[in-house]
């Protein structure tokens, strides 16, 4: 019999010897692998699962989903398989023994897709296309168990995977598809009956397309189609399938495999207990040290896997998971109880580990803890489970769940299993709140099991570490149905907060009314576009990308393979400010396989690359490694190199640095009144006398100030380079970058070497958002260091805490602002002073200073206008580069200025809004005109079409009767002007013509999730009258375009589309008259080009002519144009809020492709969304420690926060000046910019009324972001 484990990957047989319990199941998929010892060769099929990279790490703590693969297991009692999502990131690969795993290659492929990456790939799921195995696999769990899911089980299943490009409407659309509930559309029908397809079209539809597509004609979903449940799992026996006692030895840790209890009493002593281990193998890996553990794991022992029917009890075993417990216990508890657990446990925050992680595991780490609230230790509290715990003498006792937590027990002893009492009729509350909303993890729960006057009533309250039983409410609550909540406070004894406030109302109504049903919700997606007579421009093409990335096949940098390369770890600065004295990495380079330490001092040209000649962006202070002092908590002192990645990153932090520690600015106020800054204070418009003159004339002079937080890019590929050295001094770089002649340029400063020795590719990115132009230049160039220096392929992957540490965010600012306005509210002039907190080295600071300053009129004609901006020094993270540059912050403070005189003048918001827009043929604070805008068009008609003013009626009524959930409706919208002037404004592209005919097209922009490369195909195909499958489109690469400018600016369609046209001009303008000829016979013109000397090959470059079209330097020739209008509500107890209904009417010309624009839209609206809501960025001000520093701890907007009705519409009004290509105007960032505004102030109307309707008159200045806890506070007295 073999030794090792056993298991199938996607109906591979594989068999593993030596497996090291550290190891995860994600690990191995993608790095390792191994062949089966010869004479096994004969009894199995052979494979190697080596480069599985379709299971993707964007996070590595079970947080953002995309490494989730499915687990199938037999199921002796039903005889059947049982398929479960599991995230293959904390899953040890140990416990995949006699497992089934499918990872997203398993599913599909793009010869023979499954229907679930089929849907989504034309679906439009998908844009950096990162996150999509992740979902893929979550879905295709649920498929397996669930053929018709309902749309329910299809929100619970992917309630864990985080997407940061979409948005989720398309992800939601294409899965609900699959639900018979659905109809084959949106998901509405069951929800309400308000399907997309029940919409009536108004007038204003008319000449419109209502949705990108429909799933009616997609293939069937035919379950019997699934790939069989490999029989050789069944009976293919090793070692570990034996009676023995069996271990496992990894570098730093032994597990025992007993199979007997016995056995597990032999070998206990002391070993850790696992159950499934999850936890434990995080915990433990994330520590640097050497050593030596023993873990048993109770896994293979009957007593701990079985559950146990009698009559009157359920006894489950420790090795279960949560989400067999609860399903079990719903299953066979009372009807008063079952519902609720399952309701309890799929708030859960994430499916994922439920699916995997113990029960048992559970209550122990909550019971170890003061601080963590454990959900499962709750609900084992509440319904009185007691235990059958294995004393460290060997014996088995019953014992009460108290008494194993208050005796410490579980520090000798060993769960066995739970039991549960059967026929409890009592009835059970539960409730848990997250930071976010009650699917969250969790910070507060509360459950109660109530009895009539014969039973008892059990409460408990989870505060951390073992829940409090609230003996006296217990005793109160037994005695009637109707209670005071001042009584119940009393008698509970709670601290009186937000949290106990919730609780104990809750349960008030629970008393009185029962668990009221929650209302199905209305789903109403729909997107409306006008259809093109064009063959390719303007159709909503499916990227063609989109099946490579859902069927895993895609490949981001940190999947390329590479022989002999080295990992870096990275050694991050502990301190915020200090003088470096001494590195000692002794300690680190003792570990096998590590093979040096680098730093400043290896750098053999310039470690400030930024403010060498060659960066003629703008002078960029940022050092590659910390050289003498540091400045922030996070910034890179150096880098370890070793043969692998885990053991780099464990490396790297037992490199041990001597600070002399010196005053840190962390506090962003501090630095502001101490006059911390970047370079100078930056002004823009009128001088201060001439603001003075037009205060005088005002009727009001008011005041206010605006403060708002940073946003984390959150890109689900964290940054990553490849650098592989060639002959000489030649290098390539794999870099997941917005830059590619940025990087090249700053890896040559680096090394010292001519910019041509240096080729940067890149082929996509997983996200970036702006985060990815300095930062993976600074990546690259460390590699570079160490490459040159080793002469091996060298890889720089950040985990996601180092990304989060390392990189700079949004611009936090801080404003103040004068308006004089006259009698109606019209404004005179305005004097804003901004401070952006740009963190510890300049990177952008000053240029987003400068955006934000040049721009901060938005839409408004606000008369004398001045800005001062103070680019702000701290010791925090540098912050960099994001959606929107400056300008989302110009249109918050704008829109705090527009809610200030609102309510100064009581108008309406919108109305004050509306007599300050600048119009077209007006020019802005600066001097530039207005020029081919459809700002007012796109406000009237998303007025009319939202039905803005009837609804706001509504709300009005709605409030008055529902004093704690309050209603808030609100519109915003934006005008960007196109392209960019200056050298960021143009492109650059090169068209190449194979003898086959093939048309092979590189572009200087990069793909980062955009669509940027489907639309310039697009735009090729028309052009050239080409069918889009003959075209190609490669690697933007620096030995292929050179020169490029940063991708990024929502202009690049423009600029590098113009670029393809004048390719395809230029080609064509030879090789037409071929053609022609030829009557229309591309390949044979091609190859008559060819002989007779036609050039098939150019390079080009796009730009708008400003002089041509009679525009001035500076002036934009078009402006994308929207307008929104956002409908939320809140829950003033929670704070939590919902949007309820989200209309956008965007002007973007005529689209080059509206599936593409439709996308930007609403993934921009969701992360503006989150930037005013859920995201926060805080800092600890003593140790300079980002407090957010961990992918659980910054909130993302979640597939459960799209708005339920999302209408939008492209106006296509396009008023062209020939500047565009096709007639398109630029997207991307705009929509972003009137999401934050209308989201933040639709809140603010919601927490208005709920203040003015309480008596509290002060007026509440812009804050952001409006979090839970923050509208919370502004909703109490
Ligand atoms: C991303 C994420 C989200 C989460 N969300 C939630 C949430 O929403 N709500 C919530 O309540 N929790 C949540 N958790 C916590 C989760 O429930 C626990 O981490 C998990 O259940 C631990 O179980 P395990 O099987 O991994 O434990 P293991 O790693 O096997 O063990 C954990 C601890 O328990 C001990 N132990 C294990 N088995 C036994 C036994 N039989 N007898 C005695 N001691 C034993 C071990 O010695 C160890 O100390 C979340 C965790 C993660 C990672
Ligand atoms: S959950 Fe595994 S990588 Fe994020
Ligand atoms: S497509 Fe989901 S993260 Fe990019």
């Known amino acids: 019999?073999?030794?090792?484990?056993?298991?199938?990957?996607?109906?591979?047989?594989?068999?593993?010897?030596?497996?090291?319990?550290?190891?995860?199941?994600?690990?191995?998929?993608?790095?390792?692998?191994?062949?089966?010892?010869?004479?096994?060769?004969?009894?199995?099929?052979?494979?190697?699962?080596?480069?599985?990279?379709?299971?993707?790490?964007?996070?590595?703590?079970?947080?953002?989903?995309?490494?989730?693969?499915?687990?199938?297991?037999?199921?002796?009692?039903?005889?059947?398989?049982?398929?479960?999502?599991?995230?293959?990131?904390?899953?040890?690969?140990?416990?995949?023994?006699?497992?089934?795993?499918?990872?997203?290659?398993?599913?599909?492929?793009?010869?023979?897709?499954?229907?679930?990456?089929?849907?989504?790939?034309?679906?439009?799921?998908?844009?950096?296309?990162?996150?999509?195995?992740?979902?893929?696999?979550?879905?295709?769990?649920?498929?397996?168990?669930?053929?018709?899911?309902?749309?329910?089980?299809?929100?619970?299943?992917?309630?864990?995977?985080?997407?940061?490009?979409?948005?989720?409407r398309p992800i939601l659309e294409a899965l609900y598809s699959f639900s018979p509930e659905s109809g084959g559309c949106c998901g509405g029908n069951k929800n309400g009956g308000g399907c997309c397809k029940d919409q009536k079209s108004s007038d204003d539809d008319e000449g419109y397309d209502d949705k990108l597509l429909s799933f009616n004609d997609f293939p069937k979903y035919d379950s019997t189609q699934e790939i069989i449940f490999p029989p050789s799992l069944r009976s293919f026996q090793t070692y570990v399938d034996s009676g023995d006692l069996v271990t496992l030895k990894g570098d730093r840790v032994e597990l025992a495999i007993p199979k007997t209890l016995e056995q597990f009493k032999s070998a206990r002593a002391d070993r850790n207990v696992i159950s499934s281990g999850l936890i434990t193998r995080f915990v433990t890996s994330r520590n640097p040290a050497g050593f030596s553990q023993k873990w048993i794991t109770t896994r293979y022992v009957k007593e701990f896997n079985e559950i146990k029917m009698s009559q009157d009890h359920i006894e489950i075993g420790a090795a279960v998971s949560i989400q067999t417990l609860a399903d079990t216990l719903s299953a066979n508890l009372s009807d008063s109880i079952a519902p609720e657990v399952t309701a309890f446990i799929q708030k859960f925050s994430s499916p994922q580990i439920a699916n995997f992680a113990t029960w048992s595991g559970a209550i122990v780490s909550a019971s170890k803890s003061s601080i963590s609230v454990s959900d499962v230790l709750l609900l084992l509290n509440v319904l009185n489970a007691s235990l059958v715990v294995l004393s460290s003498d060997g014996d088995l006792e019953r014992v009460s769940l108290d008494t194993f937590v208050l005796n410490k027990l579980y520090e000798t002893g060993t769960i066995v299993s739970s039991q549960f009492l059967r026929k409890d009729t009592r009835r059970l509350f539960c409730l848990k709140l997250g930071e976010t909303s009650e699917e969250d993890s969790t910070n507060f729960n509360f459950a109660a099991l109530i009895g009539n006057k014969k039973q008892e009533t059990r409460i408990f309250v989870g505060l951390g570490g073992q829940p409090k039983k609230l003996k006296e409410l217990e005793k109160y609550v037994d005695c009637?149905?109707?209670?005071?909540?001042?009584?119940?406070?009393?008698?509970?004894?709670?601290?009186?907060?937000?949290?106990?406030?919730?609780?104990?109302?809750?349960?008030?109504?629970?008393?009185?009314?029962?668990?009221?049903?929650?209302?199905?919700?209305?789903?109403?997606y729909l997107q409306y576009f006008k259809p093109t007579t064009n063959d390719c421009v303007g159709r909503p093409i499916a990227n063609y990308f989109n099946e490579r990335a859902i069927t895993g096949e895609a490949v981001y940098v940190n999947d390329i393979q590479t022989y002999n390369a080295v990992h870096l770890g990275f050694v991050l600065s502990t301190v915020p400010h200090a003088e470096i004295v001494h590195v000692d990495f002794t300690e680190a380079l003792k570990l096998e396989g590590v093979i040096g330490y680098f730093g400043a001092s290896d750098i053999p040209g310039s470690n400030i690359p930024g403010l060498q000649k060659s960066n003629i962006m703008f002078p960029d202070d940022t050092p590659i490694f910390a050289d003498k002092k540091v400045e922030s908590v996070g910034q890179v002192i150096g880098v370890i190199a070793a043969n692998d990645v885990v053991l780099a990153r464990r490396a790297a932090k037992l490199v041990k640095i001597k600070f002399n520690l010196l005053k840190p600015l962390t506090d962003f106020k501090e630095a502001r009144e101490t006059g911390s800054l970047h370079g100078r204070v930056q002004h823009y418009g009128k001088e201060e006398k001439e603001l003075v003159e037009s205060f005088g004339k005002a009727q009001k002079v008011l005041e206010g100030e605006v403060s708002m937080g940073g946003q984390e890019h959150y890109y689900l590929e964290t940054q990553s380079s490849?650098?592989?050295?060639?002959?000489?001094?030649?290098?390539?770089?794999?870099?997941?970058?917005?830059?590619?002649?940025?990087?090249?340029?700053?890896?040559?400063?680096?090394?010292?070497v001519p910019a041509h020795k240096v080729i940067v590719k890149t082929k996509r990115l997983g996200g970036a958002f702006g985060g990815k132009i300095s930062n993976p230049a600074w990546i690259a160039c460390m590699c570079a260091v160490?490459?040159?220096?080793?002469?091996?392929?060298?890889?720089?992957?950040?985990?996601?805490?180092?990304?989060?540490?390392?990189?700079?965010?949004?611009?936090?600012?801080?404003?103040?602002?004068?308006?004089?306005?006259?009698?109606?509210?019209?404004?005179?002039?305005?004097?804003?002073?901004?401070?952006?907190?740009?963190?510890?080295?300049?990177?952008?600071?000053?240029?987003?200073?400068?955006?934000?300053?040049?721009?901060?009129?938005?839409?408004?004609?606000?008369?004398?206008?001045?800005?001062?901006?103070?680019?702000?020094?701290?010791?925090?993270?540098?912050?960099?580069?994001?959606?929107?540059?400056?300008?989302?912050?110009?249109?918050?403070?704008?829109?705090?200025?527009?809610?200030?005189?609102?309510?100064?003048?009581?108008?309406?918001?919108?109305?004050?809004?509306?007599?300050?827009?600048?119009?077209?043929?007006?020019?802005?604070?600066?001097?530039?005109?207005?020029?081919?805008?459809?700002?007012?068009?796109?406000?009237?008609?998303?007025?009319?079409?939202?039905?803005?003013?009837?609804?706001?009626?509504?709300?009005?009524q709605f409030n008055r009767t529902s004093p704690m959930v309050k209603?808030?409706?609100?519109?915003?919208?934006?005008?960007?002007?196109?392209?960019?002037?200056?050298?960021?404004?143009?492109?650059?592209?090169?068209?190449?013509?194979?003898?086959?005919?093939?048309?092979?097209?590189?572009?200087?922009?990069?793909?980062?999730?955009?669509?940027?490369?489907?639309?310039?195909?697009?735009?090729?195909?028309?052009?050239?009258?080409?069918?889009?499958?003959?075209?190609?489109?490669?690697?933007?690469?620096?030995?292929?375009?050179?020169?490029?400018?940063?991708?990024?600016?929502?202009?690049?369609?423009?600029?590098?589309?113009?670029?393809?046209?004048?390719?395809?001009?230029?080609?064509?303008?030879?090789?037409?008259?071929?053609?022609?000829?030829?009557?229309?016979?591309?390949?044979?013109?091609?190859?008559?080009?060819?002989?007779?000397?036609?050039?098939?090959?150019?390079?080009?470059?796009?730009?708008?002519?400003?002089?041509?079209?009679?525009?001035?330097?500076?002036?934009?020739?078009?402006?994308?144009?929207?307008?929104?209008?956002?409908?939320?509500?809140?829950?003033?107890?929670?704070?939590?809020?919902?949007?309820?209904?989200?209309?956008?009417?965007?002007?973007?010309?005529?689209s080059l492709n509206p599936a593409i624009d439709i996308g930007q839209i609403e993934g921009a609206f969701m992360q503006g969304y989150g930037w005013v809501t859920c995201e926060k960025i805080t800092f600890n001000h003593t140790t300079g420690f980002l407090d957010q520093n961990s992918a659980g701890k910054y909130k993302i907007p979640k597939a459960s926060d799209v708005p339920k009705d999302f209408r939008i519409k492209l106006l296509g009004i396009n008023k062209a000046n020939g500047a565009q290509v096709y007639s398109s105007k630029g997207i991307g960032e705009p929509p972003l910019m009137m999401s934050c505004g209308a989201v933040h102030s639709a809140i603010m109307y919601c927490v208005d009324d709920w203040r003015k309707e309480n008596g509290i008159e002060e007026f509440v200045d812009m804050i952001s972001p409006l979090s839970a806890e923050k509208i919370q506070q502004l909703c109490s007295k």
């Open 1 to 168: 019999m073999p030794n090792g484990i056993f298991f199938n990957v996607n109906g591979r047989d594989i068999h593993e010897e030596n497996v090291d319990p550290e190891l995860t199941l994600a690990y191995y998929l993608r790095n390792k692998g191994k062949l089966l010892p010869p004479f096994l060769k004969l009894l199995i099929f052979l494979s190697i699962p080596v480069g599985l990279r379709g299971t993707k790490l964007g996070c590595e703590e079970g947080v953002c989903g995309s490494c989730t693969v499915v687990l199938g297991t037999w199921d002796d009692g039903e005889n059947k398989a049982v398929y479960r999502a599991v995230n293959a990131c904390l899953v040890p690969l140990f416990h995949v023994h006699r497992t089934f795993v499918i990872t997203v290659e398993g599913v599909g492929s793009r010869e023979k897709i499954h229907p679930i990456q089929d849907r989504m790939a034309r679906g439009h799921a998908l844009q950096c296309g990162f996150c999509s195995p992740g979902f893929v696999m979550s879905a295709y769990a649920l498929l397996r168990n669930h053929p018709d899911p309902s749309i329910e089980q299809i929100n619970a299943a992917i309630r864990a995977n985080l997407c940061r490009c979409t948005g989720y």
């Open 480 to 524: 009637g149905d109707s209670y005071e909540l001042e009584e119940m406070y009393k008698v509970s004894g709670l601290e009186r907060n937000n949290n106990s406030a919730i609780a104990l109302t809750r349960l008030m109504s629970f008393l009185k009314d029962g668990r009221k049903v929650e209302a199905k919700e209305n789903v109403n």
């Open 722 to 752: 490849l650098v592989v050295p060639g002959e000489g001094d030649e290098l390539v770089v794999h870099c997941s970058t917005q830059g590619t002649s940025f990087t090249q340029l700053m890896v040559a400063e680096v090394l010292k």
């Open 786 to 956: 160490v490459a040159r220096k080793l002469n091996r392929p060298t890889y720089g992957f950040l985990s996601r805490a180092d990304d989060l540490a390392i990189t700079g965010k949004r611009h936090g600012v801080y404003a103040k602002y004068k308006v004089g306005i006259d009698s109606n509210g019209k404004v005179q002039g305005i004097h804003y002073q901004a401070w952006l907190n740009g963190g510890w080295s300049k990177d952008h600071t000053e240029p987003i200073t400068m955006i934000m300053g040049t721009l901060v009129d938005d839409a408004y004609y606000m008369g004398a206008v001045r800005f001062d901006g103070y680019p702000v020094k701290t010791n925090s993270n540098s912050n960099t580069a994001f959606r929107g540059y400056g300008n989302p912050q110009a249109k918050m403070i704008n829109e705090g200025v527009m809610r200030r005189i609102a309510r100064e003048v009581n108008k309406d918001v919108e109305d004050i809004k509306k007599l300050n827009f600048a119009r077209e043929g007006e020019t802005r604070y600066l001097g530039d005109r207005i020029l081919n805008d459809a700002l007012l068009e796109c406000w009237e008609y998303c007025t009319k079409w939202s039905d803005f003013e009837k609804r706001k009626r509504e709300i009005h």
């Open 967 to 1150: 209603r808030g409706i609100a519109m915003s919208c934006v005008r960007h002007g196109l392209p960019l002037p200056g050298h960021q404004g143009h492109g650059i592209a090169s068209l190449l013509i194979n003898l086959d005919g093939s048309v092979q097209l590189s572009i200087g922009g990069t793909e980062m999730g955009q669509g940027l490369n489907q639309k310039m195909m697009q735009v090729c195909s028309q052009a050239l009258n080409r069918p889009i499958e003959t075209i190609t489109i490669v690697d933007t690469s620096t030995d292929k375009i050179t020169n490029a400018p940063e991708t990024g600016g929502s202009h690049n369609s423009d600029t590098n589309g113009l670029a393809v046209l004048a390719c395809c001009e230029k080609i064509m303008s030879k090789f037409k008259p071929i053609l022609d000829k030829n009557e229309g016979d591309w390949e044979k013109s091609v190859r008559e080009a060819y002989g007779a000397f036609v050039p098939l090959q150019c390079t080009e470059y796009g730009y708008v002519d400003r002089k041509k079209f009679g525009f001035g330097d500076f002036e934009p020739p078009y402006n994308t144009t929207g307008a929104c209008a956002v409908e939320v509500e809140i829950d003033t107890l929670t704070g939590y809020n919902k949007v309820l209904r989200v209309d956008i009417v965007m002007d973007v010309g005529e």
